[in-house]
């Protein structure tokens, strides 16, 4: 992926191999693959004889191009017409690029878009947003707190916006500092836990309610998923209810986007928006002057924020995305992308073909 | 027919549980099965319970209707809630598809190899990282709470008054179940009540989640249970001996709370060590009685030794999921179609390999072999299969 140097997630060899032992013909990869997560080529090679190594472009030239994040405009043009891509398209919060792809007559599998028929999506990595952001939060803490190892302090209070599938996660991995093994360490010394407090949207415009809240919180969460990203869940005036040590952790990394019409901003007013080059911003960095000025920054806390918190853990995510893809390429190896999800087609093919870009166009226009 | 199949037939046959158990498989999975190329017998009144009629299974030209002595007596049985006082009518050799629960139920193991039966449980079929695949944790959760909210508006009729504070929830426990019941207490167990609530100004619902680091911790759960309008209990406790809210911390609780039980735990005096519930002394329900206010005769029932001075009305149920029971099985059934499709792709559980596809390795996860081997006390193989092994090379049965 030709993204930030933070990122460095490849396919494990894994699922190389799974492709080879399905029937692709050949599988090629592009010179260094592997190479961020300190995995030598020879180990892709060695997974499966019909893998080669190739330029980038030559990787784009394929039936298929498999990649997690998408590739930019300009490459997605290079593709042939009547291949494969299989990336995280977000088809719906991105309408040029979907345009694009269908116009190029490519058959975009968007990661994201494949849900089994109960809606439920097959590749996610929600589990990793919410432990790799958690972690990060509380070892800010950990770093910040004078009395965090000690058994008299009182239990942490974490406020976590938002009940869904991050914010679920995101309760399970707080309650345990986002670290088992430091919560281990912890308990065997009988210092106090975790008390995790879930608001949601029928609370959360309650401005008196959420004062109080506020006031009692060490680490607040945004684990929303809003009907109107045009408004804030907490403005930016709330914050200053925070303790000046508590830590906002900003996992719906939902963009600031002031020339869209409606505006997107981030459900926590104010925090910036970082990347796996940069994630954690204490109240004095740089980065909050250099929001929009449109956008409102006076109160500050430490905060993080990442686009891609599953990258955090490179090796994790990519295990976890190969193993929920196994039985996908699979079947993208093995029926070409028109003959997916017909009659006599199975729940896999048919979730496949969901998540295909003209499928998906002819979806949205029904 | 199809050539996977292999002559596979499948018994799909009804539960007999208690009478509120209304759940069965919907004719869509048995549709699947038999298009899939196998004959599929289906007991009569099948799905009765959700308002299905025996001309709704007999879409397909495979499927027949059967007695419950021909369902069971296929190749392969799926029966949801294990059929207890039925194994003996599935033939030797032949598979049982239910939710087993090996790791709990040593004598059921037992009685499963002695009858040469190929078990695999749907309870223990998980991916490679240990997720279950064939789960309906968030029905527990969502029905669970939503009759907590419905004993809580009997008990607190300010529930729904504009005037009153938050509704404070305190969720024991943060995982699986834990983590639906914080999304299902958020909105009051019944989305279309938190949608007529919000849109009248009422304010929401608080959640508090506390994990194993402070439920161990006595004074902080004193004090927070006094606050508590729902305790929900989610937990999966290390020792099952010790409870974590002794009966007499019960009279901490408001009046009006109302304690909401989603792990069900039994009470095992005899066991060794006893097990007890999480918390002390409330009753037990099942499909047919999951409510239970403080007069409720049911708690005079519970075994001697249990103290159960201190009351507050409870919900509780053995099988939270049954309680919507058609949503339950649209459920389960879209996460059945793809491990049947692979179990019959490979021509039964015999030719299912641990290092397969990914379907076929959940659910070689899920088999009674698998289990065995675990638990570190494999067996040989069932009888027919030896005899297979003798003369087959591959060891696909199909």
Same mark, same amino acid.
């Given at each position: 992926?030709?993204?930030?140097?933070g990122?460095?997630?490849?396919?494990?060899?894994e699922?190389i191999?799974?492709?080879?032992?399905?029937?692709?013909?050949?599988?090629?990869?592009?010179?260094?693959?592997?190479?961020?997560?300190?995995?030598?080529?020879?180990?892709?090679?060695?997974?499966t004889?019909?893998?080669?190594?190739?330029?980038?472009?030559?990787?784009?030239?394929?039936?298929?191009?498999?990649?997690?994040r998408?590739?930019e405009?300009?490459?997605?043009?290079?593709?042939?017409?009547?291949?494969?891509?299989?990336?995280?398209?977000?088809?719906?919060?991105?309408?040029?690029?979907?345009?694009?792809?269908?116009?190029?007559?490519?058959?975009?599998?968007?990661?994201?878009?494949?849900? #089994?028929?109960?809606?439920?999506?097959?590749?996610?990595?929600?589990?990793?947003?919410?432990?790799?952001?958690?972690?990060?939060?509380?070892q800010?803490?950990?770093?910040?707190?004078?009395?965090?190892?000690?058994?008299?302090?009182?239990?942490?209070?974490?406020?976590?916006l938002?009940?869904?599938?991050?914010?679920?996660?995101?309760?399970?991995?707080?309650?345990?500092?986002?670290?088992?093994?430091?919560? #281990?360490?912890?308990?065997?010394?009988?210092?106090?836990?975790?008390?995790?407090?879930?608001?949601?949207?029928?609370?959360?415009?309650?401005?008196?309610?959420?004062?109080?809240?506020?006031?009692?919180?060490?680490?607040?969460?945004?684990a929303?998923?809003r009907?109107?990203?045009?408004?804030?869940?907490?403005?930016?005036?709330?914050?200053?209810?925070?303790p000046?040590?508590?830590?906002?952790?900003?996992?719906?990394? #939902? @963009?600031?986007?002031?020339?869209?019409?409606?505006?997107?901003?981030?459900?926590?007013?104010?925090?910036?928006?970082?990347?796996?080059?940069?994630?954690?911003? @204490?109240?004095?960095?740089?980065?909050?002057n250099?929001? #929009?000025?449109?956008?409102?920054?006076?109160?500050?806390?430490?905060?993080?924020?990442?686009?891609?918190?599953?990258?955090?853990?490179?090796?994790?995510?990519?295990?976890?995305?190969?193993e929920?893809?196994?039985?996908l390429?699979?079947?993208?190896?093995?029926?070409?992308?028109?003959?997916?999800?017909?009659?006599?087609?199975?729940?896999?093919?048919?979730?496949?073909?969901?998540?295909?870009?003209?499928?998906?166009?002819?979806?949205q226009?029904? | 027919?199809?050539?996977?199949?292999?002559?596979?037939?499948?018994?799909?046959?009804?539960?007999?549980?208690?009478?509120?158990?209304?759940?069965?498989?919907?004719?869509?999975?048995?549709?699947?099965?038999?298009?899939?190329?196998?004959?599929?017998?289906?007991?009569?009144?099948?799905?009765?319970?959700?308002?299905?009629?025996d001309?709704?299974?007999?879409?397909?030209?495979?499927?027949?209707?059967?007695?419950?002595?021909?369902?069971?007596?296929?190749?392969?049985?799926?029966?949801?809630?294990?059929?207890?006082g039925?194994?003996?009518?599935?033939?030797?050799?032949?598979?049982?598809?239910?939710m087993?629960?090996?790791?709990?139920?040593?004598?059921r193991?037992?009685?499963?190899?002695d009858?040469?039966?190929?078990?695999?449980?749907?309870?223990?079929?998980?991916?490679?990282?240990?997720?279950?695949?064939?789960?309906?944790?968030?029905?527990?959760a969502?029905?669970?709470?939503?009759?907590?909210?419905?004993?809580?508006?009997?008990?607190?009729?300010?529930l729904?008054?504009?005037?009153?504070?938050?509704?404070?929830?305190?969720?024991?426990?943060?995982?699986?179940?834990?983590?639906?019941?914080?999304?299902?207490?958020?909105?009051?167990?019944?989305?279309?009540?938190?949608?007529?609530?919000?849109?009248?100004?009422?304010?929401?619902v608080?959640?508090?989640?506390?994990?194993?680091?402070?439920?161990?911790?006595?004074?902080?759960?004193?004090?927070?249970?006094?606050?508590?309008?729902?305790?929900?209990d989610?937990?999966q406790?290390?020792?099952?001996?010790?409870?974590?809210?002794?009966?007499?911390?019960?009279?901490?609780?408001?009046?009006?709370?109302?304690?909401?039980?989603?792990?069900?735990?039994?009470?095992?005096?005899?066991?060794?060590?006893?097990?007890?519930?999480?918390?002390?002394?409330?009753?037990?329900?099942?499909?047919?009685?999951?409510?239970f206010?403080?007069?409720?005769?049911?708690?005079?029932?519970?075994?001697?030794?249990?103290?159960?001075?201190?009351?507050?009305?409870?919900?509780?149920?053995?099988?939270?999921?049954?309680?919507?029971?058609?949503?339950?099985?649209?459920?389960?059934?879209?996460?059945?179609?793809?491990?049947l499709?692979?179990?019959i792709?490979?021509?039964?559980?015999?030719?299912?390999?641990?290092?397969?596809?990914?379907?076929?390795?959940?659910?070689?996860?899920?088999?009674?072999?698998?289990?065995?081997?675990?638990?570190?006390?494999?067996?040989?193989?069932?009888?027919?299969?030896?005899?297979?092994?003798?003369?087959?090379?591959?060891?696909?049965?199909?």
């Amino acid at each position: 992926m030709h993204k930030e140097p933070g990122e460095r997630r490849d396919f494990l060899p894994e699922m190389i191999g799974h492709l080879g032992r399905v029937g692709a013909r050949e599988v090629v990869l592009e010179e260094g693959y592997g190479s961020g997560l300190g995995i030598p080529i020879d180990a892709y090679l060695r997974a499966t004889s019909r893998a080669r190594v190739a330029s980038y472009d030559e990787c784009l030239d394929q039936d298929v191009v498999v990649v997690v994040r998408c590739p930019e405009q300009d490459e997605l043009r290079r593709l042939r017409r009547g291949a494969v891509l299989v990336s995280m398209l977000h088809f719906g919060t991105r309408p040029g690029r979907t345009a694009l792809l269908a116009s190029l007559g490519v058959r975009a599998v968007s990661l994201d878009a494949i849900a #089994d028929g109960s809606g439920r999506r097959l590749v996610e990595n929600l589990e990793a947003v919410a432990w790799n952001g958690v972690r990060a939060a509380f070892q800010e803490i950990q770093r910040r707190h004078p009395h965090f190892d000690h058994p008299s302090r009182r239990p942490l209070h974490v406020t976590c916006l938002g009940s869904g599938g991050v914010g679920g996660w995101a309760v399970f991995a707080a309650t345990r500092y986002g670290d088992p093994q430091l919560r #281990d360490a912890l308990v065997a010394v009988n210092v106090p836990g975790v008390e995790v407090t879930v608001v949601d949207f029928d609370l959360t415009w309650n401005e008196e309610y959420m004062l109080g809240r506020l006031e009692r919180t060490d680490l607040l969460i945004d684990a929303t998923r809003r009907s109107d990203p045009s408004r804030p869940v907490v403005p930016n005036a709330w914050l200053s209810a925070l303790p000046d040590d508590a830590v906002i952790l900003d996992l719906a990394c #939902d @963009p600031y986007d002031l020339s869209a019409t409606p505006p997107v901003v981030k459900g926590i007013e104010g925090v910036p928006h970082g990347s796996l080059d940069r994630f954690v911003f @204490p109240a004095d960095d740089e980065a909050w002057n250099h929001l #929009d000025p449109r956008i409102e920054t006076t109160n500050r806390r430490l905060a993080l924020s990442c686009y891609s918190w599953p990258g955090l853990d490179p090796v994790g995510s990519m295990r976890t995305y190969g193993e929920q893809l196994e039985p996908l390429l699979a079947i993208v190896v093995e029926k070409p992308a028109g003959e997916w999800g017909g009659a006599s087609g199975s729940q896999l093919e048919h979730a496949l073909d969901r998540a295909e870009v003209s499928t998906w166009m002819r979806a949205q226009a029904a | 027919m199809d050539a996977r199949a292999g002559g596979m037939t499948f018994g799909f046959p009804r539960m007999h549980k208690e009478a509120a158990e209304r759940r069965d498989f919907l004719p869509s999975l048995i549709r699947l099965v038999a298009d899939l190329g196998c004959e599929v017998y289906v007991e009569s009144g099948i799905g009765s319970g959700m308002g299905y009629t025996d001309g709704d299974y007999l879409s397909a030209p495979d499927v027949h209707l059967a007695d419950e002595v021909q369902a069971y007596a296929q190749d392969v049985v799926v029966v949801l809630r294990a059929p207890i006082g039925k194994f003996d009518m599935i033939r030797r050799g032949g598979t049982l598809v239910s939710m087993l629960h090996f790791p709990t139920r040593p004598a059921r193991v037992r009685h499963l190899e002695d009858s040469g039966i190929d078990a695999i449980g749907l309870d223990t079929i998980e991916d490679d990282e240990g997720r279950r695949l064939v789960v309906n944790s968030k029905s527990v959760a969502w029905n669970g709470l939503e009759a907590a909210f419905v004993m809580l508006e009997r008990k607190w009729p300010v529930l729904t008054s504009r005037e009153r504070r938050p509704v404070r929830v305190t969720v024991m426990g943060a995982g699986e179940i834990g983590r639906h019941a914080v999304e299902a207490a958020t909105k009051y167990g019944d989305r279309e009540r938190a949608e007529l609530l919000m849109r009248y100004g009422v304010p929401g619902v608080e959640v508090v989640t506390i994990g194993r680091n402070l439920t161990s911790d006595a004074q902080y759960l004193k004090r927070h249970l006094s606050e508590t309008d729902v305790l929900v209990d989610a937990t999966q406790r290390h020792d099952p001996a010790v409870p974590l809210v002794p009966n007499d911390w019960l009279e901490l609780l408001p009046r009006h709370a109302v304690i909401c039980d989603l792990v069900v735990d039994p009470y095992l005096l005899d066991a060794d060590p006893p097990t007890v519930r999480g918390i002390e002394g409330i009753p037990q329900g099942n499909l047919d009685r999951y409510m239970f206010d403080v007069d409720d005769p049911a708690w005079d029932l519970l075994p001697r030794g249990i103290p159960t001075r201190s009351r507050r009305p409870v919900v509780s149920c053995y099988s939270w999921p049954g309680v919507h029971p058609r949503r339950c099985m649209e459920l389960y059934c879209k996460q059945l179609a793809p491990l049947l499709e692979t179990l019959i792709e490979r021509g039964g559980l015999r030719g299912v390999r641990p290092d397969g596809s990914y379907h076929e390795r959940a659910l070689y996860r899920g088999s009674l072999r698998a289990f065995r081997r675990a638990d570190g006390s494999e067996l040989p193989p069932p009888p027919e299969a030896r005899l297979d092994l003798v003369g087959a090379s591959s060891g696909d049965t199909g």
